[in-house]
């Protein structure tokens, strides 16, 4: 064979084996993307055509322009949802959007305007949501670091990713990230963890299953005059007796809102207070759990550390469920140590 023979012969071996390669590193990739996509986020798209949220916000007088955008609100079918806005300053006058719904009251504050929102949506739907989202009227959602690379760089929209995680998994409550306040407290190796148990939920962005929000709602307003913070505090304490280790933070999707309105706040940590919400708790359960230990915790749920990755998907919904196995509190007087942990990784 002559010299430019030989030449050609190994030219091609070179070029034939990096292709080759290529390939192989596509398929690889490929493959990756295609089992976290199912796994974690799911860009499926949903053949029902159902109606499976209902979301429930407030504002002045009609929807930002962002919530009425193609990745929030404006496309009933793409969200499949329907949308009830409680204005408490002027009525929306120019709504054009069959899915949306607006209730006009001013006399109302921020308990009383989402239970009548959570009424209205319970009412107008002849069958009941799959989910009821509560959202305040300026919320951001975004993927984050811990998302993963197909999530960033996809087309779907945060919003959806978290609403088709909720088809997928079932899960009794749900909320996102609300801006990483909790990772900071968690160990190194569980960061990445796509899903956490979470205790302690703010008001921004939640999403209760058909089978608890009825359990848990309508939102206390006894409290609403001294702070708008407290009828969350109280839905955080009944939430962590009834439904214990069964929220679940979705760690890859983040919430924030650009708005701060002047409103009532405070009382938090008034012992008064929390010992009448206890009372209280107590008096709406059955008689067989009202003296159960879970009440020596409610005094500190604010300080419980959520650093619990989930293992399992579409757990059963269980009210009042077995609440400290294999994940107990460990205290030492009145201040929480640490939360005993189980397993790790990804969900």
Not at 138 to 145: E, G, S
């Amino acid at each position: 064979m002559s010299i430019f023979g030989k030449l050609k012969l190994k030219l091609k071996l070179k070029y034939g084996f990096i292709a080759v390669s290529f390939m192989i590193i596509l398929y690889i990739g490929h493959w990756s993307t295609e089992e976290i996509s199912s796994k974690h986020v799911s860009y499926k798209k949903d053949k029902t055509g159902g109606v499976h949220f209902a979301v429930i916000t407030q504002t002045e007088e009609c929807l930002s322009s962002t919530y009425l955008s193609q990745t929030y609100f404006r496309n009933g079918t793409f969200c499949q949802c329907h949308v009830y806005v409680v204005s408490f300053r002027k009525p929306c006058t120019h709504n054009t959007s069959p899915h949306i719904h607006y209730i006009y009251n001013s006399t109302v504050g921020w308990t009383e305007g989402r239970n009548i929102g959570y009424t209205t949506a319970k009412n107008y739907y002849s069958e009941s949501y799959l989910y009821y989202i509560f959202l305040d009227d300026d919320v951001k959602l975004q993927f984050n670091y811990n998302s993963p690379r197909v999530a960033r760089y996809s087309k779907i929209p945060p919003l959806k990713a978290f609403m088709n995680f909720l088809l997928e998994s079932l899960p009794a409550i749900a909320v996102p990230n609300c801006e990483n306040h909790y990772l900071q407290y968690c160990p190194e190796n569980i960061r990445s963890s796509l899903y956490f148990r979470s205790y302690k939920y703010d008001a921004i962005f939640n999403a209760f299953h058909r089978d608890v929000v009825h359990t848990l709602l309508p939102y206390n307003s006894k409290y609403e005059k001294k702070s708008f913070w407290l009828s969350q505090l109280y839905l955080i304490m009944k939430t962590f007796v009834m439904y214990y280790g069964q929220l679940v933070r979705v760690e890859y999707v983040r919430v924030k809102n650009a708005k701060h309105r002047s409103y009532p706040r405070g009382h938090i940590g008034d012992r008064n207070i929390t010992s009448a919400m206890v009372n209280e708790i107590k008096s709406e359960i059955p008689m067989k759990y009202r003296n159960h230990s879970v009440f020596g915790y409610l005094d500190i749920v604010r300080l419980l550390i959520p650093c619990i990755p989930i293992l399992e998907k579409r757990p059963s919904i269980v009210p009042f469920k077995t609440m400290y196995q294999g994940n107990e509190l460990l205290l030492q007087g009145n201040k929480v140590i640490r939360t005993k942990y189980q397993g790790g990784g990804r969900a």
